[in-house]
């Protein structure tokens, strides 16, 4: 009995708690990738017409604070009547390459009242294991938008993220460090 219980119970226990250790409290050991302003801007351009190859307007942009603001403020600059939102969702631990990242938490979001029947577009930097944009779709649906699009610098997400109007799909992680992190 004590041997099934070993290896029927303990043993997946202890590897549940090991990838719960590594996913939400570990410092991850990617490659560094540092992207140049002319990268972002380029992604920045495929991304727009991308927007503009949609069958409706946009007409709110939301970004997710703070990695996408960036992006936001790009696409913004070349939208026409356009108003903008903000999420703000916190999941890394540090503001350096490589550092921890918690469990997303929602701290707010401004201008809602140009979300409510509108057809947003959630911007963000980086979408990877999906948590940060999930959260942040959860949050603008209780708004009550017409409908929401997802636009992102770098997709690493191969799964349910690959409609996500996207600068650049990635193969493999790395540790993307953008020009206004340096």
Do not use: Q
């Given at each position: 009995k004590c041997?099934?219980?070993?290896?029927?119970?303990?043993?997946?226990?202890?590897?549940?708690?090991?990838?719960?250790?590594?996913?939400?409290?570990?410092?991850?050991n990617y490659e560094i990738q540092n992207v140049t302003w002319d990268q972002i801007e380029k992604l920045s351009s495929k991304i727009l017409n991308q927007i503009n190859d949609l069958d409706e307007k946009i007409d709110t942009l939301v970004p997710v604070f703070r990695g996408g603001t960036p992006l936001a403020m790009l696409l913004a600059a070349n939208m026409e009547n356009v108003s903008t939102a903000c999420i703000h969702i916190k999941r890394s631990k540090e503001n350096i390459p490589n550092s921890e990242f918690g469990i997303p938490t929602h701290k707010g979001t401004t201008n809602s009242k140009v979300i409510t029947g509108k057809n947003i577009l959630l911007v963000e930097d980086i979408i990877d294991n999906g948590e940060t944009i999930e959260l942040a779709i959860k949050e603008a649906e209780k708004l009550k938008p017409n409908r929401i699009y997802i636009a992102t610098?770098?997709?690493?997400?191969?799964?349910?993220?690959?409609?996500?109007?996207?600068?650049?799909?990635?193969?493999?992680?790395?540790?993307?460090?953008f020009p206004w992190e340096r």
């Open positions: 041997k099934n219980y070993i290896s029927d119970i303990l043993v997946p226990l202890l590897c549940a708690i090991l990838y719960i250790r590594e996913v939400f409290f570990m410092k991850s610098l770098f997709n690493f997400n191969k799964g349910k993220y690959s409609n996500v109007i996207t600068g650049e799909k990635m193969e493999s992680h790395c540790w993307i460090v």
